[in-house]
Each structure stands twice: as C-alpha cells, then as structure tokens.
C-alpha cells in the first residue's frame, strides 16, 4: 500500500468519524487508567456500567485503595476476571499514592511499572490522556492492519510498529481512535460491512463485498 492511498483513507476515516475518542467514560486521568485496565477482555460498555457506580464513590487512588479488593469487587463483579483485575487496581492504587504522588505518570516506563498496565494500556493513556502519538495494538487495530494492508504483522509489536512507521504525520495523534472505532462498527470481526465502508474501493482486503455502485464504476 502507497503513502498516497494511506493518507487518503486517513483523511476518510476523519470525515466519517468527526470525534475519534476513545468510548470510556471517564472525567480525570486517572478514572481513565482504571477504566482501561478494566477494560482488558471486556467492551467498554460493560466497563462504563461498572464504573459509572464505582467512580460515583470512590475515583481517586485514596478512595478505591480505602475499598480494599473486596470492596472493589463488589462494584466491578460484572466484568470478566473481576477478581485479578481488582487486585491490580487495588496494587496500582497503592504505588501510584506511594510513588506519584496520587498523579497517573506520563512516561512509558513509570505507566508499565503499574500493576495491571502493559504496553497497550501504557499507549492508550499516553495517547488519550496525555496526547502523545501512540499506537495501542488491540484486536481492532491487529485485524484492521493485517485485513486491508495498512500495517501487516504476526504480533502486535510488530504490527504497531508498522503503524508509528506509515501513518501520515497529520493523522498520526487520532489514528488509534479512528482505527478502533471504525474496527469495531464497520470493518468487523466476522463480517465487515463493506457496502457502508468509506474505504471500499481504497482497502485491499481481497474478501470484500464491493458493492454494484463501485462495480459499475469499475473499482476494485
């Protein structure tokens, strides 16, 4: 895939998607951080139930610390792996009260020293909260980058890496959002709706639906 259909497909997906921004309801850093970590192997939807209870008593380090992890599960039991991910909050809490301050950090190696945070986390946050140009590799952005060719790869390093090393400059701080959510409402998992798809005739996925407007016009 060339540098110009790229740009043109970025520059689509900012037309379709006017605000690229991430579906977690949160009101600080820090109900960000934990949401994300909740949202491991779970949808945003059912992460907002949760937190939407949760955050209305305790959103602050101090106050989800002072839950105690069976204190926390019982706001949070809804989600999948509730029980380890109340023991990492609960342990995050702890080191960021110890060490920040009660603040979430901005650099990669002090957010991957959190329990419960890894690299995809790390990039989330730094990107959403603290607007750095990062890529977080989830299975959206994996299936997108492989399905249509914008940033092939077998792991999600690699296949983030792909992504920094192509993007263009001009998108580069929205893309993981525009990829995301047109991952997760157009070119789905098992059957991507091709004939809603602003990329059709750009994507290079060779399973597509064209749709007869795009084949009449002699397109893909």
């Given amino acids: ?27 600080s850093n820090f109900e960000l951080l934990i ?32 839950l105690g992890i069976d ?24 080191m960021l009260i110890e060490q920040h ?24 946050i730094l990107n959403t909260a603290f ?3 990062t890529i977080a590799v989830d299975t959206h952005l994996f299936r997108l980058g492989n399905r249509i060719k914008l940033a092939t790869g077998k792991t999600v390093l690699e296949v983030e890496k792909k ?8 998108f580069i701080q929205d893309a993981h ?13 098992r059957k991507p709706k091709c004939g809603e798809c602003c990329l059709v005739d750009l994507c290079e996925y060779k399973q597509k639906e064209i749709p007869k407007k795009h084949l009449m016009a002699g397109e893909g």
Wanted: net charge positive; glycine share 6%.
């Fill in 35 to 66: 949401a994300v970590i909740l949202s491991a192997q779970a949808t945003d939807k059912g992460v907002n139930i949760a937190t939407r209870k949760l955050y209305a008593v305790a959103n602050t380090p101090k106050t989800i610390y002072a």
């Fill in 71 to 94: 204190g926390l599960e019982h706001y949070i039991k809804t989600i999948g792996l509730y029980h380890a991910k109340a023991k990492n909050v609960i342990a995050c809490c702890k």
């Fill in 131 to 133: 607007g750095q140009p």
């Fill in 177 to 189: 959002h525009l990829l995301i959510l047109h991952g997760r409402y157009t070119c789905t998992a």
């Fill in 101 to 124: 301050d009660s603040q979430v950090p901005d650099t990669r190696e002090a957010l991957e020293a959190l329990p419960g945070v890894g690299r995809k986390t790390a990039n989330v």
């Fill in 163 to 170: 992504y920094l090393k192509t993007i263009p400059k001009a």
């Fill in 1 to 27: 895939m060339n540098a110009e259909k790229r740009y043109e497909i970025f520059k689509r997906l900012s037309v379709a998607i006017p605000k690229p921004e991430t579906e977690l309801e949160h009101s």
